[in-house]
Nanobody
Framework: QVQLVESGGGSVQAGGSLRLSCAAS???????MGWFRQAPGKEREGVAI????????YYADSVKGRFTISQDNAKNTLYLQMSSLEPEDTAMYYC?????????????????????WGQGTQVTVSS
């Protein structure tokens, strides 16, 4: 079993930065792990993930160049560094993980593939 706990959300002005953390417990190797977000009235969408079996990362086009996902294996923690934030980034951000084995990687953005979820942390960006 994997338990995920997010932190680091808050309110910032457009153009600002924020860093989210996801502390994981349990075995997390060889999984897709990362971040999804959901705004009121919208479906949950993939933001960024890292494949812990090799370290490769994947980003949604809407955040590419602005967000960076990273991991600290010693701490079993994921991070999402967000910069140049826009009001459209406002959402509840969730940390998520698949079961061992994350293939095909080309469908990383499908929320239905993820079996473990954190409670979420709110990010609000004002203009």
């Amino acid at each position: 079993q994997v338990q995920l706990v997010e932190s680091g959300g808050g309110s910032v002005q457009a153009g600002g930065s924020l860093r989210l953390s996801c502390a994981a417990s349990g075995y997390t190797y060889n999984r897709c792990m990362g971040w999804f977000r959901q705004a009121p009235g919208k479906e949950r969408e993939g933001v960024a993930i890292i494949y812990t079996g090799g370290g490769s990362t994947y980003y949604a086009d809407s955040v590419k160049g602005r967000f960076t996902i990273s991991q600290d294996n010693a701490k079993n923690t994921l991070y999402l560094q967000m910069s140049s934030l826009e009001p459209e980034d406002t959402a509840m951000y969730y940390c998520a993980a698949t079961r061992p084995g994350c293939r095909p990687l080309g469908t990383w953005y499908q929320a239905s593939r993820y079996n473990y979820w954190g409670q979420g942390t709110q990010v609000t960006v004002s203009s």
